[in-house]
């Protein structure tokens, strides 16, 4: 990968290859001390080749014929390389098949111009797994290529049982080599017509693409986070609207706020099919002298349950705090400031972010006072509370979350009691489930996040979508009047209420916003650093008129991660100009910095 500021390298062209020489054509060129594939972006004649005082090298050879990429793909990841502040190498490098020398050679690709449609945009939310697949039937193209892109492997690999009779075209980072270089020739010459992919699929060289359906398209998973470029398959879909006319479809059972603003959608009404739903008021539950964490109504559903029943608590661990009562003091990470969370298997506290333990301390560090207590439940108290309610129930647990996967006992218990945090959903057989109980659903609730809400919403919608008819989804809350939980039996007023929220604090969807984020080993170089770049965006809008919005530096949580203390600037920018407001303002961002166009969190690292 080049450095994000360098975008190309010049080379001569020797006159053996002059008249055979395209822009999009896949060469070998010499890099550093050995050959290296390239591709063509432009040729221009040198008027100073003979008055040079430097020496350029040469082109070596053309590897195919006909150009691997057209001038619109390189348009294309021009924007993109921009966007999300990597070099134009890196994205076409994401864009091609595996670089394999000697089967390159025996290939060869179809001379094609990229198709140019009218371009459309839609949005559609389906109550029942029937009326997805109508809509995939209605928006898949009658002619050309239909691209669907899905939040993860899993969900690529079930779509493609389901529309097997259609021969569709997988794309996802799990195929195995060989797959990923036949399926990608498949794909760029236009003979899948088919493809089911995951993000990465977007940045593909399509030829005759008419079609985008985006499923689940309020799905995190449809970003990339975790490493730079840090792009979005959706904003990536709304690029080639624009530059190929393909017409965009982005649908799910729980529509974003976005798609639900932009598109004036109407949503459909709640299905009659759909799982019956129990808010259970834990108030008097959390006064009580024995706390217990699961109600006596559901408790009651374990023994005899005739089903899988799906206990949700999101937190792993046996406690998420140890805390003096009489100080307030809370054992923490001394690398990262975030509470240890408390082992009971092995005594010890751990600190999920850092990988580091801390030690157990039977009073309390800062007072010495003995009134040291545990605070919140996580998947391995549940579990051991779950055990102590009745001898038959030890047998039918089954925990999955990222410290224990015991997921492979789900063939071989009858009627399993799961205890899992998110991990447990992709992997649950819903149609066994009869009852899922959220438990403390008010540490979500209480998240001071402008976008929590709307996570939560959807996970909600997921759950219920998923179930049987003849299921249940119970909540246990100890706020039973909150506006998110109340608008589950309407849920035209949570994204009104959601939406007024966003248009109050002038937040996405009314719109389009972007955070810069910068790290280092010392916090103080690190704070002084995002203030020298604010000062410079601040700077880059004196002579401008737009009204885009800079915040002043502030740390994200946790406050150390990978090492390194992070500081981010959240630029809000008008929706009439604001892809050139965007690069504009990428051009005035330092090299070592992340640039995360439609953050999926403001005050987290992800």
């Not at 400031?337 to 301390?361: E, I, M, W």
């Amino acid at each position: 990968r080049m450095p994000a500021g360098m975008h190309q390298f010049d080379y001569d062209v020797p006159p053996a290859l002059q008249e055979d020489l395209c822009i999009g054509q896949l060469v070998t060129i010499p890099l550093r001390k050995s050959m290296s594939f390239g591709v063509v972006q432009s040729i221009k004649p040198d008027a100073n080749a003979n008055s040079r005082e430097y020496t350029v090298k040469e082109v070596n050879s053309i590897v195919q014929p006909d150009p691997i990429l057209s001038k619109a793909h390189l348009h294309q990841y021009v924007i993109v390389s921009k966007w999300y502040g990597v070099s134009l190498g890196t994205i076409i490098k994401m864009a091609l098949l595996p670089m394999q020398k000697r089967k390159l050679q025996t290939v060869s690709f179809a001379t094609a111009t990229p198709t140019k449609g009218t371009g459309s945009f839609a949005a559609k939310q389906y109550a029942e797994p029937s009326e997805r697949l109508e809509y995939i039937e209605k928006a898949m193209a009658k002619k050309g290529q239909t691209l669907m892109l899905v939040p993860t492997e899993r969900a690529a690999n079930a779509l493609a049982k389901a529309l097997q009779e259609k021969h569709p075209t997988l794309w996802h980072s799990r195929l195995t080599v060989k797959q990923q270089f036949t399926n990608w020739l498949a794909i760029r010459n236009g003979e899948a017509k088919l493809i089911i992919g995951t993000k990465s699929a977007a940045l593909l060289p399509y030829f005759s693409l008419t079609s985008i359906i985006v499923d689940e398209e309020h799905s995190d998973h449809h970003k990339s986070w975790e490493q730079q470029p840090r792009y979005d398959a959706r904003d990536i879909a709304w690029l080639l609207c624009r530059i190929f006319g393909v017409n965009t479809l982005r649908m799910s059972y729980s529509l974003s706020l976005e798609a639900y603003a932009q598109e004036s959608v109407t949503l459909p009404k709640q299905s009659e099919h759909a799982a019956k739903m129990h808010i259970i008021d834990m108030r008097a539950a959390g006064s009580a002298k024995e706390y217990a964490p699961l109600a006596p109504s559901v408790q009651a559903l374990l023994p005899d349950a005739e089903g899988a029943i799906l206990l949700y608590l999101n937190r792993r661990g046996y406690a998420s705090s140890l805390s003096c009562q009489d100080c307030g003091h809370v054992n923490a990470c001394t690398h990262c400031d975030k509470p240890f969370v408390y082992y009971a298997s092995d005594n010890t506290l751990r600190c999920h972010y850092c990988k580091r333990q801390g030690t157990v301390h039977s009073v309390c560090p800062e007072c010495n006072s003995n009134y040291v207590r545990l605070r919140g439940s996580g998947t391995e108290h549940m579990a051991e509370f779950v055990k102590s309610l009745h001898p038959s129930i030890a047998a039918r647990i089954v925990r999955i979350d990222s410290d224990v996967d015991q997921s492979e006992m789900l063939q071989e218990i009858t009627n399993p009691i799961i205890i899992g945090t998110q991990k447990a959903l992709p992997i649950v057989d819903w149609a066994t489930l009869m009852h899922v109980v959220y438990l403390d659903i008010d540490n979500t609730l209480a998240v001071p996040e402008v976008m929590a809400g709307e996570k939560l919403w959807h996970t909600l919608a997921q759950m219920r979508y998923k179930l049987n008819p003849s299921a249940s989804l119970i909540i246990e809350t100890k706020s039973p009047d909150h506006t998110l939980l109340q608008s589950l039996q309407d849920q035209s007023s949570f994204y009104k209420h959601e939406l007024e929220l966003r248009h109050a604090l002038k937040y996405p969807p009314y719109c389009f916003s972007v955070r810069y984020l910068f790290g280092d080993r010392s916090k103080e170089k690190a704070l002084s650093i995002a203030k020298k770049q604010h000062a410079a965006l601040m700077q880059a809008l004196t002579n401008r008129s737009s009204a885009i919005t800079i915040s002043d530096p502030y740390q994200i949580l946790p406050l150390r991660y990978k090492g390194m203390s992070w500081y981010a600037i959240l630029a809000r920018i008008p929706h009439e100009n604001w892809m050139n407001d965007l690069l504009m303002l990428n051009a005035h961002v330092g090299a070592r910095w992340q640039i995360d166009p439609h953050p999926q969190t403001i005050i987290g690292y992800a």
